[in-house]
């Protein structure tokens, strides 16, 4: 395998006495890539060179994957597993701290069930991670509760996508191909600060005349690019959504020919955009009727366009809507399995498209598969070498197992790869549910606000620790290097993993020597369903820059382009969607008269554990803030930089104001990566859409006061 | 050297990519030598990024009592020589542009120098390479007088105003900055 993969031509600095590892970034869905630099001696890692010719990025990385390195020989790493004792975290060793483990899972399995024990998982991780978290909770513990941090990231996408195209995707087309689109329609995205290495592609295209529309309560740099800015209420996608739809019916912009040949509910929706004019329209989203207009006219004439969101129209109570909409405005145009042209959403974390394909999640096993389906349960137990009797039922979703706390049916957690302490909504309840379990262990690498419930506190490998594959947000899986040896005595969260699979005697389902062999049990476990890899090698991601999925065979080329023939449903038709408006779960009233709405900043990633342990990013944006436009700024008495109160029916918190017209005059944005007295997420909503369980992060209603 | 910096300040989306990657560079002691500032932060979220120009004849190195801000052959205006540079801090307002700064601890001038362990090899500067938003570009001297050719056109054939954002108005679009 080799360590370091450069074109001909392509030139890169080489330090004397340092080596280069090609990689991609550990934090979002773009997985730029790059080389990490290696002191040939010390074995530590030194820095970042651009990776020039990886072709969905260009050597192009947004501050964190720059400085994304810095986590890995970091002061704060935890070197050594903690044990609490009396309330404060002792060193301990491994023995002493699976004997703990062990001991406790057996106590509480032997009282109150198989099912008292659950994991919570992530998708910051490889695919063979991701995938042996399902295995691990099923099998080694034997546990139906098992979900992962994608509830509050992608599961609305996928909901959305599986209800209209049938196959959950996250983009139909790959990047590259952005060059050539005419128009973007970009909805709750603010691809400038959450997927920066997009924007080239973007300009691209603009230097060819592309258009740019963008949906966003806020003016975001994105937003500011844009050629129409439609600033709407957050929670309002679906208004807007049904109202360009009315639209390109009515101006006769539908491929009439390709929704005829390809597409169900063609009436249905026709019937039910009817009453979105944009008169009514513009009352729901606030946006105004020239805007509106003007949007589906340079929308409806684009001859190849891509209607692209993200967590800003999926993070609400009805996402799997919002999204099915979005997908059926591309839908109607004849765009989807084109060149140029198509549908995709951002995948927020790094694995967040691999990792919601293989079993992380209640309801799903590897390669897409469903729990409730027999055949699939077969086909998985045999691969595992269980019997189907034996596979667990489906659990519930991430928030939902804090119910499951409350109530004393979940008695004992195993966090990996996550923080739920600040990512999670309502965290007064998280909180407290960590609480009242009876014992919790954490994996990670820092000290995060999580692992400080925990009894045990297992310390992982970072990514640079690790070998494996990601599949990025255009569905194309990719490879990640070890670049280092584990630093202190952390281990992998494959061994770890192990590790207490063996404790609980199921050690001969988890017999990996290596991180290949964990690949090439995968391939097989995905191999047959929507989401099969058993084509893809480790040889022909390094040879192919990457292979698409769905790849059935080693001859198959891999599905840069989704859906050119066929859709993923059972009849091979997109299903429109047809869907009224609904108001979002909470809504201002006399009082909490503004909207709570909450997002991220360029300078951190997710809840912050490993970014505000980056000094560059920390003196970027040391804490959160209060944005708001002056015209309610002015109404409250509040100047740049006060501190401002803000309550909700469920938390409150200080933070500094910040004050720019670049925002709605009834919003106020706060970004969510702190955790404790600076999270937001004390004040979020736990809405949960009905199909996809994500919770409504991005509309609250809250009241506010100078503090 | 054969290539040039292009920079186009309305592209820029205020990630400061560039001044994490400009920490990288080798000789830079993990400090930036670039800026990123907001037009006006109240108005909207315009940045423009800044860096030295490589001028011709150097203001800097002109107002330098000690002569200690070299000029490589290629014209590359380097950081004050550490034996050289008294501290008088003549540079820092002889800039035009605000570039040279100065480290009080170490009591010297530390600038940008283009990168020039990499641009003397014709590998893109750190700035460069990473920006995600192409607002600051290492490219041939052609490429760059194309692109401006280009950028002209589309705005004679789209007009001047494509945006309902009156973004035109806060920055000039793009110039170029020439290192030869
Ligand atoms: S965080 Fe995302 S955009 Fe930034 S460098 Fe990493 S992968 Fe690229
Ligand atoms: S990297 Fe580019 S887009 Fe980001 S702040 Fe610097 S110049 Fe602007
Ligand atoms: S050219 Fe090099 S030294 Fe100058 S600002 Fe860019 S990264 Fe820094």
Known sequence: MTQFVVKPGVKNLHHEGEKLITTHCCYCGMQCGMHIRVNEKSGKVVGVEPRYDWPVTMGKMCPKGVTAYQTVDHEERIKKPLIKKNGEFVESSWEEALDLIEKNYKRIQSEHGKDALSVFGGVSMTNEKCYLVGKYARVALGTRYVDYNGRFCMSSAAGGFMKTLGIDRGSTLPWPELEHTDCFFMAGSNTAECHPTTIQWLWKARDKGAKMIVADPRETPTARIADVHLDLKSGTDSALANGMMHLLVKEGYVDEKYVDERCNNYEQLKESVKIFTPEYTSELTGVSVEKLVKAARIFGQSPRSVVMFARGVEQQMKGVDNVSLYTSMALLRGQIGKFASGVATFTGQGNGQGGREHGQKADALPGYRKIDNPEHVKYVSSVWGIEPEEMPKAGVSAYEMFDKIQRGNIRAMHVICSNPAVSAPNNNYIWDSFNKLDFMVVSDFFLSETCEFADVVLPTTTWAEDEGTTTNLEGRVIRIRKVREPVGESKTDWEIMQLIAERMGKGKYFPYKNVPEIYEEFRLASKGGKADYYGITYDRIEKEDGVFWPCPSEDHPGTPTMFQDSFGTEDGRANLAAVGWQQPGEVTSAEYPITLTTGRVVFHYLSGTQTRRTPFLMEQCPEPFAEMHPEMASRYALKDGDYVYLETRRGNMEVKAKITKAIRKDHIFVPYHWGKELSVNKLTSPALDPTSRMPEFKVAAVKIKKA | ?180
């Open chain 2, 1 to 180: 050297m054969n290539k040039v910096m292009y920079l186009e300040f309305e592209r820029c989306i205020g990630c400061r990519a560039c001044q994490a990657a400009c920490r990288e560079c080798g000789g830079h002691d993990a400090k930036e030598r670039n800026y990123v500032e907001y037009v006006n932060f109240f108005e909207n979220r315009q940045t423009y990024p800044m860096m030295c120009m490589q001028c011709k004849d150097p203001a800097c190195a002109k107002v330098c009592p000690a002569n200690a801000i070299q000029i490589t052959e290629e014209g590359v205006v380097l950081s004050a020589m550490e034996d050289k540079c008294i501290g008088c801090r003549n540079c820092t307002f002889g800039c035009p542009f605000g570039i040279p700064k100065f480290d009080f601890e170490e009591n010297k001038m530390y600038k940008c120098d283009m990168c020039y362990d990499r641009t003397k090899h014709d590998i893109s500067p750190m700035c460069a390479s990473v920006c995600p938003s192409d607002a600051i570009r290492f490219i041939d001297h052609d490429e760059m007088m194309d692109l401006r050719r280009r950028r002209t056109q589309m705005n004679l054939i789209e007009g001047k105003k494509p945006s309902e954002n009156d973004k035109w108005e806060y920055v000039p679009e793009f110039f170029g900055v020439y290192s030869d």
